[in-house]
Every structure is written in structure tokens, then in C-alpha cells.
């Protein structure tokens, strides 16, 4: 079967069809072949693989350019501080850099590795299955114009994204430990590292002088052990917010199949954060406190699951979930890309960089289920 991208006034009549049926069905003109529901099998099953609709495509789209950012930005982590093999090749590692990670956790490596292998085929599924629909896959690679580091062991090529002027956001990590706020219902949340939400700094050695003296290249390694978190947390949120807008079933399986792999992302860095060793950098004056000093479960290192909060309303006992998932305030397309700008990800990019995610991530936001 020959599969093409329908428009949303065609999904919209063949459900009207549908509808009609049901309609009927309800009627008690029920024929051969259908439900008691008036609703035939093999209709709905084509419905949910057979036709995409504009939103659909939008929001797949959208992903795949997120994927596209996410690869281009762990590559970088993976030269320098994971492992460079077959799987995720480029790059032959910085010793130091590596060394600090270790302190994280005697695996950060293979971490960075496995995660960076993982957006790739993120990536690369993605727009092979757009393709397969008949739509188009998204291609970023002129705006691969960033430059890399010059230390030892990263490659020389354009880049999509900056990791060496971050500005990292780390309320995710009072906000997955707060029993009582929710981003969805208003809830605002304490950075735990307030130093990095304050400054730029850099989280890859921009070169060999970053490597020492021992305190500044651990501030590093403790910054991208942060960011990891923050950029993964906000995979975590945004495949569920987008999953509401899905209409086409198979592109539902498809978030839903790939988004909790962000969340297995996420949760490795929340406990691996949490090792980062309270330091103050010699060279910037960046602090990563003692997290476990005030006693308090919003900051204690050791809570690495979601606590439970509230969801929906208040009206409900509270529950252990993702949050956000709602396409308000800080969910959804259009603030992903807000936060990772904010983030510094895209320093030096270009307006035009700006105005192709902007228009993908609007589309993304716009898409409702069912048109
Ligand atoms: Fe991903």
C-alpha cells in the first residue's frame, strides 16, 4: 500500500465518515461486517496507519529537528568525554575531561556514549519515517556554522548547537522533588545550582587550558553533568505534551515508544547529578554547593525519582508523573525551543536558524487531534 500524507480536510471527512457510521450503526442499521457499534475493525485500523494529518506531520517534524539538536549537541559531549567506536565514531576523547565525568560516576562515558547513539537513531527514524509517508524529512545542515572546541580530542566541523556558554537552568531538579507545585497548575521552582543559571559557562573544555587546574575542569564536567539532566528532563516533557495532539495511531506509538527512552535518559543523569562534588571553580567563581546541606528533600541528592504532586487539580491526591506535559507556559514546542536558547545552545546561530525552528515549533503546537 502506497502511503501518503493526507490533508486535515480529508482525515477530517473520513472521520466524519466515521462518525456517520457510528450514526447509523446507533440506529440499528447495522450491515455485515460491522460492530454492534456500527464501527467496522478494519476502518479504524486503517485509521490508525493509514493517514497522517498535517498536524501529525508537524509534530513529527518538530521532533526530528529536537533530535537533530540533541545529536548534534551529545556528539560533542561523546568526543570529548564518551566513548568513540562504531557506533558513535568522531572524536578520540579528552583524558581530563574524562577523568571528572568519572567522578559523576565510573560510567559516564559509556553513558554519553549509549545516549548519543540512541538521538542519532532518534533522528534518523524519524525522518525515515516522514519520508516513508511521503513527507519531508527535516535537514538543519546549514546551519552546521558553530564552531567546535579546540581541545584535544573533539573534531573540527561546523556545529548546530553551543556547549560553551551555557546558562543552565536547574529548577528541573526542585521541580521533580516538589509535592506540592506543578508547572502545569503555576508551580515555579528554586535552581539548585543557582551559579549556572547566572553566567555562561562552559560544560566541553573549549580547549587544552580548560583542563586545569583540577577544581575548574571538574566545574566543567559538573556543569555538563547538569545540563545533561536539564536537556533530557525536557525530552521527557516534551513527547507526552505532543502525544495529545496526534491523531494517526502509529505516530501516536511512535512518541509514545520514544519519548520514555528521554525519560530512561533523564533518570540516569538525575542520580548522576546528584555526584557532582561541591566545588568552587578557581578560574569563574562558579559554586556547586552542597546540596545535602540544608537538610531539606528539595535539594537532597539522593531523591533521583519523581516525588508525587499535583496533577490535573488540586482536588486529587497527588501523583508521581512527568511534568510538565501541557502546551502552556513552560511545555510544548515553542517553549523547548525558548528554553534552549535561553540555555545558550544557540549562541551564534543565525536569525534565519531561529525564524526555520520557530515556524516548526509553532506548527507543532498548533496540531490538535483529530485535524
Ligand atoms: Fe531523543
Known amino acids: 500500500m502506497i502511503r501518503k500524507v493526507q490533508s486535515s480536510k480529508h482525515a477530517t471527512s473520513r472521520r466524519s465518515f466515521l462518525r456517520k457510521g457510528l450514526a447509523v450503526g446507533a440506529a ?31 509534530i513529527l517534524r518538530f521532533l526530528s529537528a529536537a533530535e537533530i539538536l540533541e545529536t548534534d549537541l551529545w556528539r560533542q559531549y561523546n568526543e570529548l568525554g564518551g566513548i568513540q567506536d562504531s557506533e558513535v565514531p568522531g572524536g ?5 575531561y574524562i577523568k571528572a565525568l568519572s567522578v559523576l560516576d565510573g560510567d559516564m562515558d559509556q553513558y554519553i556514549h549509549d545516549n548519543t547513539e540512541d538521538e542519532f537513531s532518534h533522528m534518523a527514524f524519524i525522518n525515515a519515517y516522514l519520508a516513508s509517508q511521503g513527507a519531508d524529512p ?28 551555557l546558562t543552565v537552568d536547574t529548577s528541573w531538579w526542585t521541580r521533580y522533588r516538589s509535592r506540592t507545585q506543578n508547572p502545569d497548575l503555576g508551580g515555579t521552582f528554586a535552581q539548585a545550582i543557582p551559579g549556572l543559571s547566572a553566567g555562561q559557562f562552559p560544560a566541553i573544555p573549549r580547549n587544552d587550558g580548560d583542563l586545569a587546574p583540577a577544581n575548574h575542569i571538574q566545574a566543567i564536567a559538573n556543569t555538563a553533568g547538569f545540563h545533561f539532566g536539564y536537556i533530557e528532563q525536557g525530552g521527557s516533557s516534551l513527547y507526552p505534551t505532543l502525544a495529545q495532539g496526534v491523531t494517526n495511531l502509529e505516530v501516536l506509538r511512535i512518541l509514545l515508544s520514544i519519548g520514555p527512552t528521554e525519560t530512561s535518559h533523564f533518570q540516569t543523569w538525575h542520580d548522576k547529578a546528584g555526584n557532582a ?8 567563581g ?16 539522593n531523591l533521583i525519582m519523581p516525588e508525587p504532586t499535583v496533577f490535573l487539580s488540586r482536588k486529587f491526591p497527588v501523583v508521581s508523573i512527568i511534568r510538565p506535559t501541557q502546551i502552556a507556559g513552560s511545555g510544548g514546542a515553542v517553549a523547548t525551543i525558548k528554553s534552549f536558547t535561553a540555555d545558550g545552545l544557540f549562541i551564534g546561530q543565525s536569525q534565519e536558524f531561529f525564524a526555520v525552528l520557530s515556524e516548526l515549533a509553532q506548527q507543532a503546537d498548533a496540531a490538535r487531534r483529530g485535524f
Open 28 to 58: 440499528g442499521a447495522t450491515g455485515a461486517g460491522l460492530l454492534t457499534n456500527g464501527l467496522s475493525l478494519p476502518a479504524f485500523a486503517e485509521e490508525g496507519s493509514d493517514s497522517l494529518t498535517k498536524g501529525d506531520v508537524a
Open 138 to 165: 527535516v535537514n538543519l545542515d546549514k546551519f552546521r556554522t558553530l564552531p567546535s572546541s579546540k581541545a584535544t580530542g573533539a573534531q573540527h566541523i561546523g556545529r548546530l548547537t553551543n556547549l560553551m556558554q
Open 286 to 301: 562558579l559554586v556547586f554547593p552542597d546540596l545535602n546541606a540544608s537538610g531539606g528533600e528539595d535539594t537532597q541528592t
Open 92 to 96: 578520540s576523547g579528552s583524558a581530563a
Open 277 to 284: 562534588p561541591a566545588l568552587t571553580d578557581p578560574k569563574n
